[in-house]
T-cell receptor, first 113, second 117 residues
Framework: KNEVEQSPQNLTAQEGEFITINCSYS?????LHWLQQHPGGGIVSLFM???GKKKHGRLIATINIQEKHSSLHITASHPRDSAVYIC???????????????FGQGTRLTINP | DAGVIQSPRHEVTEMGQEVTLRCKPI?????LFWYRQTMMRGLELLIY????????DSGMPEDRFSAKMPNASFSTLKIQPSEPRDSAVYFC???????????????FGQGTRLTVV
């Protein structure tokens, strides 16, 4: 079982629909990131969360530390939101003073006009 | 700032050859990360540096891989000898302040697509 699991792996929706992408993890973490990878390959950092909820425009990210679960929501989805969305968790500090970063496999989102 | 700059964008090499990937982080960023992305394994962290010092290299697949950061504005990832299974897109990213976990801004380069034949 992977330490970080995303669902769904693929999601196709119509423009305007409300989108939810889920991320569950099995390790203790200090923070969780949501990344967006565009079709051209570039990667953008969307959110860093350690608790609660954050909102940027039409994007909302939530995290429940007790349940080890995070969701990324997109309201009023648009074709330009089509991308791969990746969840990454930053693990607790190790004795060596390092933090392990573990990625989910990504969710491929396609929004049709 | 021009962002994180990686070179080359594409590299095709023969098995057994040495490959060097380059990264210039954003000026002022004190963390630099090297990632590898493949269809099978997704995105993986290989190694990261803080203030030019390697902090965690446990993601480096084997001794054929090495990374250096001789100064704050330049890092290399070297594969010697290269193998076909090393074919992937290699990303470099940089961030600032207290590092990845405490900054919402992480900037990625465009990646280097490596093909080993």
């Amino acid at each position: 079982k992977n330490e970080v699991e995303q669902s769904p792996q693929n999601l196709t929706a119509q423009e305007g629909e409300f989108i939810t992408i889920n991320c569950s993890y099995s390790v203790g973490i200090s923070a969780l990131h949501w990344l967006q990878q565009h079709p051209g390959g570039g990667i953008v950092s969307l959110f860093m969360l350690s608790s609660g909820k954050k909102k940027h425009g039409r994007l909302i990210a939530t995290i429940n530390i007790q349940e080890k679960h995070s969701s990324l929501h997109i309201t009023a989805s648009h074709p330009r939101d089509s991308a791969v969305y990746i969840c990454a968790v930053l693990g607790a500090w190790t004795i060596q003073g390092a933090q392990k970063l573990v990625f989910g496999q990504g969710t491929r989102l396609t929004i049709n006009p | 700032d021009a962002g994180v700059i990686q070179s080359p964008r594409h590299e095709v090499t023969e098995m057994g050859q040495e490959v060097t990937l380059r990264c210039k982080p954003i000026s002022g960023h004190d963390y630099l990360f090297w990632y590898r992305q493949t269809m099978m394994r997704g995105l993986e962290l290989l190694i990261y540096f803080n203030n030019n010092v390697p902090i965690d290299d446990s993601g480096m697949p084997e001794d054929r891989f090495s990374a250096k950061m001789p100064n704050a504005s330049f890092s290399t990832l070297k594969i010697q000898p290269s193998e076909p299974r090393d074919s992937a897109v290699y990303f470099c990213a940089s961030t600032y302040e207290h590092g990845w976990g405490q900054s919402p801004e992480a900037f990625f380069g465009q990646g280097t697509r490596l093909t080993v034949v």
